[in-house]
């Protein structure tokens, strides 16, 4: 098998697709690992012929969670992290590699992907519905991520008078209302001021003493001492720091 991934390892039909998602289910079953992905392809098209260009995006990326962790993914703008991430959630199909995940998922889209007529308010209740939460579970759920990013007064007002940074919070707070094993934030912290972004990592620390596991993206990175592990994506591939 060659190092270079192949469109028939593509389709996850070849013997070194096969053996990866069975070292994956293994990693999986031991308990300590929640999310194994190995050789991860991205090609985009665009354009249309004659000037069609296919831009390899991930080159064989490879991520492993384990359980009670915060890993980081780190790396230039356009390096592909958010691609990455979309891949981790399903969001966008991929031309290569495998995936194999116990546990539920919470993803934070770098573009908070917001109703602008809706309050927060309704925004928890839509969110929580479609969770499968129960009312009280839902208000009870609201009311922690209000405390503690600090955003309750904006809890009647629409999303179209929110500013960015309450915005990026309702972002994140709508991600951590169904309280999932495995959080996936792509950078969460963008519009933060100061305070919140130490609140942040006092939610994401607590977190990860329940044993939940987190990936975060940043663009960069100031706080290395708060990650167990990260990751540098560079020419479409995951280099362990
Ligand atoms: N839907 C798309 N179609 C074509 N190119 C895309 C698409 N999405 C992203 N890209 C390109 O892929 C590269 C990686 O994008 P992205 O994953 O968003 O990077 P990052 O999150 O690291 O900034 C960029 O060059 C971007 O322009
Ligand atoms: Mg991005």
Partial sequence: MTATPTTTEAD???DASTRREADAQRMLAGGETVLVARGLIKVYTTGIWPRRR???????ADVDLGRGEIVGLVGENGSGKSTVMKILVGSLSRD???IERS???GYCPQEPILYERLTCDEHFELFGEAYGLGALEIDRARDEV???LGFGRWASARVEELSGGTRAKLNLGLALLPDPQILLLDEPYAGFDWDTYLRFWEITAARRDQGRSLLIISHF???EERF???YDLRDGQTVPR
Wanted: glycine share 20%; aromatic share 8%.
């Fill in 12 to 14: 996850g039909s070849t």
């Fill in 54 to 60: 296919s831009l390899w995006v991930l080159r064989g």
């Fill in 96 to 98: 290569g590699g495998t």
């Fill in 103 to 105: 546990g539920s998922l």
């Fill in 146 to 148: 209000y405390d503690v």
């Fill in 221 to 223: 990175i100031t706080d």
């Fill in 228 to 230: 167990d592990r990260i």
